[in-house]
């Protein structure tokens, strides 16, 4: 026997990859239920098995667990024609009524190592699959007993970026960048939203989708609909408040609980089970320890906190279009130009390598370089370290160093000098910057002159939205990209 667990956020996919899988190998594929008893979902378990066995209805009688998850999986050995696989989905809903299961497939599973005369690859395979996080992180953790018997433990993530944008078929990049602002890169927002078409304008989709109480995935629906997901989340009100003063920018516990009129211990339980189910997580700083930067990792949260809650009264009047007119402001300034700058850093995680001189670079993320001289400290939007390098190490080797702007004003030389100070300053800070790449990413593009500038130096890239998408070029003396996103080295 082997076992596998697979995880992920509602809408990423799960369920439709393993009836995928399962139907492909001729296994079983059952999934538990959110309001189902225990009584019930035996018996239902039990009806399945006896489908998939070619049995008629109400002919196989199982009593409990041990009993329906035996047969199922001797069901799935002897059916199978290429690979015995069972599959449960929702374990989650299975384990409120039915917390012995875990340590039931634990006594199965042992029994199976030492069954006599099979050969390799000849057990069952057993799926179980959840979307609440922090349930099926458990089931490999600590004493649990699960632990130590699983091969996989798949963590299925969103589409990044680029993937999206190709799954939604979107031929625009500006609208594929505010579309993935707005829902991220799950997959399962394209079929109940629908893709903006070449005649749309972003303006008229979104105030027809996330803005329309009538759809599937009205912000303030979906938002609800996530949050259910997880047992842990039982509060709403006060989850609800600690998701907005996120989303209007407080950072640190300590912010967070004064944003709500709490003490900073009073809101430390909520954040760790937001952390552990996924919708925040905790940013640290590249190059110096100091508190963790608290984020919103779900961007369809994000909007629904900045935009439909404080206009939720305009828009279930039917007024979504003032209300988004209302919003604009905050969307570009709150929700876009933060976006931009996670997809800055996606780029440099994920392709920044074709075009850097070391290659491949190291951790990526956010810091503040102190400038003593005038009393101030600057934030940098991308630093990559080294190839080599671990995070907060004194005197490490800087790879890149990056601002990335949203505005609607093109990207010029007093961007560049900007950073040169900074490098110049880190420099100062024992910091090896004798390799560092310059980099401006531009929503906009750039001035004639920068480009110019950026023709004729080796330690400067200049990244607008196509290349960004991997579309257009990236600038930059040393480089010279292809359409596709891969780049050159010049013989410069």
């Known amino acids: 026997m082997r076992l596998g667990i697979v995880s992920g956020r509602r809408r990423h996919g799960k369920s439709y990859l393993l009836r995928a899988l399962t139907e492909a190998v001729g296994g079983l594929y059952i999934t538990a239920v959110r309001e189902e008893g225990r009584l019930p979902a035996l018996q239902r378990f039990t009806e399945a098995i006896a489908t998939h066995a ?57 029994e199976q190592q030492h069954v006599s005369g099979s050969g390799p690859g000849t057990g069952p395979r057993l799926v179980l699959c959840g979307s609440a996080m922090s349930v099926m992180h458990e089931l490999l953790s600590g004493t649990n007993p699960l632990r130590g018997r699983a091969v996989i433990d798949l963590r299925l993530g969103a589409f990044d970026y680029r993937a999206s944008r190709d799954f939604w078929a979107i031929e625009d990049p500006l609208t594929a960048l505010h579309v993935h602002a707005v829902l991220g890169g799950a997959p399962g927002y394209q079929p109940i939203a629908a893709r903006p078409s070449p005649g749309d304008d972003f303006d008229r989709w979104l105030t027809g989708t996330v803005l329309d109480p009538g759809r599937a995935v009205y912000s303030r629906t979906e938002t609800e609909y996530l949050l259910r997901e997880d047992p842990r989340i039982t509060q709403h009100t006060l989850y609800y408040d600690i998701l907005t003063a996120i989303a209007q920018g407080a950072t640190t516990p300590t912010k967070i609980g004064a944003a709500l009129g709490r003490q900073r211990n009073a809101v430390a339980h909520p954040l760790d089970v937001l952390e552990s189910t996924g919708y925040i997580q905790r940013e640290q700083d590249i190059l110096r320890p100091r508190h963790p930067v608290i984020t919103l990792t779900d961007p369809i949260i994000r909007f629904n906190q900045l935009i439909t809650l404080p206009q939720a009264d305009a828009v279930e009047q039917g007024f979504a ?172």
């Open 54 to 110: 070619g049995l008629r209805p109400g002919t196989l009688q199982l009593s409990d667990w041990r009993q329906v998850l035996s047969n199922a999986l001797d069901v799935v050995v002897r059916q199978a024609t290429v690979t015995p696989l069972l599959v449960i989905d929702e374990l989650p809903y299975l384990l409120q009524h039915s917390p012995e299961v875990p340590g039931i497939i634990q006594q199965l599973y042992d």
């Open 321 to 492: 279009e003032q209300a988004w007119q209302a919003s604009t402001p905050t969307f570009n300034s709150k929700i876009l130009g933060p976006h931009f700058e996670d997809l800055a850093r996606a780029w440099t995680r994920r392709y920044a390598h074709a075009v850097l001189p070391g290659g491949l670079p190291g951790p990526v993320g956010t810091t503040e370089v102190p400038d003593p001289a005038a009393r101030t400290k600057h934030e940098v939007d991308v630093l990559a370290l080294a190839s080599g390098e671990r995070p907060q190490a004194p005197r490490a080797r800087i790879a890149l160093l990056g601002e990335a702007k949203a505005t609607a004003a093109r990207r010029g030389t007093g961007d560049l000098q900007r950073l040169e100070h900074i490098r110049a300053l880190l420099t100062d800070q024992g910091y090896d910057t004798s390799g560092t790449t310059l980099a401006l990413f531009s929503l906009h593009g750039f001035y004639p002159d920068l480009v110019q500038l950026a023709a004729h130096r080796d330690d400067l890239l200049l990244i607008d939205l196509p290349a960004l998408y991997g579309t257009g070029p990236v600038h930059g003396a040393a480089t010279s990209a292809a359409p596709n996103g891969s780049a050159l080295r010049s013989n410069r």
